[in-house]
């Protein structure tokens, strides 16, 4: 086991380091952008904000040849936000007064520090980075098994040992220490930072997980709509502009219990309008989904992946929505963020000593053999 464990290490240490430094600094990320993007603020009176279709127009007006993907309408004092995508990525934002729709602010995304924070925890910025963090995570969950196996004390001698960190040991035992009893309370946490983000980088284990906690009881199982042509055989056709607007007073109805929503733009003719209402301003796991004709600006029944908060029926609904809030710490608001950071900067640590003991105990080897 204990080579299992070294060569794991060996294998992962500098990518575990690398994702766990840099997801300890995005768990800030929004008070990151509080305090060094001002243009996200504005002291208009949010509930007289413009609808979409005017929104938009500007938009073409400022970047005549791209299409947005989302507009953002953020909770009173803030502006409203317009992104731009590029192979899945997003590029570009503007910033928009919600009263008069004046440009607040034009972004390159490209050169955002929480942008690219993001995207570095996701790829490091690799080619086929997701696969390379995705694999290094997966091996990461077998070297936390294999550290709490090593770990685990044989005899109660052991125990009392094995839960604290003398501090007035040697290097070489508080080097080991700080491996071992910092890699052992850390690495419950870590265990959840460690399939809440394997769910994100493979749709063969997010599946899994799915199905282990229940996918088959569950009622929002189906896929999101793709479309529907059913408008041009019924003859009712309002205009895309229209639609959305119809979308967005539906939205603005339902303020009391949607505090800031989305309006997802479809990328195509066939594709609906995705609503995502959000009660909350700090967690997403209680957001609606519900999706649109693009035409007619008419709901789409359906029980649809994450769908509506209120039809989650069994764990696997749940487990899905707060995948992301728990894997920010978000679910347990700002004391879990708190809580995130600290345990990603311990498990950051754990390649650092780890290879200081391995560089030891090589050295001691080397010494053995050539006195």
Known sequence: ????????GLITGTIVFLIALSGALYCFAPEFETLTQPYRKTTADSGLALPPSVILKYCVERIPDRKPGRIYYHETGKAIEVVYYHEKRADRALFLNPVDGSILKDKNLGIDPVQQLFYFHRTLFLPNGELITGSATLLFLFLIISGIWLWWPRNNAAKKQRFRIKWTASPRRLCYDL???????????????????LNFSFPWFARLVYSVTGAAGSVIAEKAPTGSNDHLLS??????????????????????????????????????ILLRGNPDLHQIYRSDFRYFNQATGEEIEGDYIWGNYKNAAVPADYVRRMNYDIHTGAILGLPGRIIAFFSSLLISSLPITGFLLWKRRKKQVIQTFHP
Do not use: E
């Open 1 to 8: 086991m204990k080579t299992i464990h070294l060569c794991l």
């Open 235 to 272: 003859g009712k056709t309002s205009g895309f502009h229209a639609a959305i607007d119809k979308v967005w007073q539906n939205a603005q109805q339902n303020r009391s219990a949607y505090k800031r929503f989305i309006l997802v733009v479809p990328p195509d003719s066939n594709g609906p």
């Open 179 to 197: 491996h071992s009893t910092v890699g052992f309370y850390s690495s419950w946490i870590g265990i959840l930072f460690v399939i809440t983000g």
